[in-house]
């Protein structure tokens, strides 16, 4: 980074110096970001695997009040509760998300059966995991997770079955991305829990879970990976709040 700064000084220098001709600007301008209190980033670098806008961002963030969401996909259905109270920068991206489609004709893309993490991911319209909103918002972490009991250090908490929460990539690196949790697993809480998988979606998850994870030609039996049983989301919608 600085390398280059000093490049573009050093050749805006010899411009003004030599020919009189003013040098070109290519800084780039800095990301939007928006003004109220969960402050949505744009993420140049990595763009939007969808075209979406920025959420809108109130000064006052509802903050009361859960929301149903309708997510019918090709294995069954997978109704989600969101509860604006846990995260309410969080459930307001996701419901701008839905609202503009970008989770619609979604494949869930990383199923894990791991002892201590079983969880199915969803949110990239790529299914790469690498696909996202173009956008990043800061992390609402849990606080009240208990103790996980294989974990001897104290240091991971309980994601209980039927947890709604959203992957990232690090601190404060929220997008589209998110996991709903099938078995209880030992995570450090540094994942946003942002509201839970009602009983039709937790029977949708075990049929996907039993169906087990696609081998590869360096894992025959993986833990970690695709889906056998391509797990669509056909369309994200908000049914009430209350």
């Not at 090709?74 to 419901?95: M, N, W």
């Not at 997008?175 to 030992?186: E, I, P, T």
Request: charged residues 20%; proline residues 13%; aromatic residues 6%.
């Amino acid at each position: 980074m600085k390398k280059a700064l000093v490049t573009a000084l050093a050749v805006g220098a010899l411009f003004a110096a030599g020919s009189g001709v003013a040098a070109a600007d290519d800084t780039p301008p800095p990301p939007k970001t928006t003004h109220g209190p969960c402050q949505y980033t744009e993420t140049p670098g990595e763009p939007a695997s969808r075209p979406v806008p920025l959420p809108p961002d109130p000064r006052h963030t509802p903050s009361h009040g859960k929301v149903d969401v309708s997510v019918p996909t090709t294995q069954g259905a997978l109704p989600l509760r969101l509860d604006r109270a846990e995260a309410p920068c969080t459930v307001q991206s996701f419901l701008h998300l839905a609202q503009h489609r970008f989770y619609d004709r979604t494949v869930c893309h990383r199923l894990t059966s791991y002892p201590t993490l079983k969880v199915l991911q969803c949110g990239d319209p790529t299914a790469t995991g690498e696909g996202g909103p173009g956008y990043k918002y800061k992390d609402e972490l849990p606080v009240d997770l208990p103790p996980a009991p294989t974990d001897p250090t104290g240091a991971r908490r309980v994601y209980a079955r039927g947890l709604l929460a959203m992957a990232n990539a690090g601190p404060d690196t929220n997008g589209s991305q998110f996991f709903v949790v099938y078995g209880d697993s030992a995570l450090r809480p540094n994942y946003t829990v942002f509201g839970t998988v009602g009983a039709a979606g937790l029977r949708t998850l075990d049929k996907v879970a039993a169906g087990g994870i696609q081998p590869t030609a360096d894992d025959p039996a993986p833990v970690d990976g695709t889906p056998v049983l391509k797990t669509e989301l056909l369309r994200v919608r908000p049914d009430c709040w209350f």
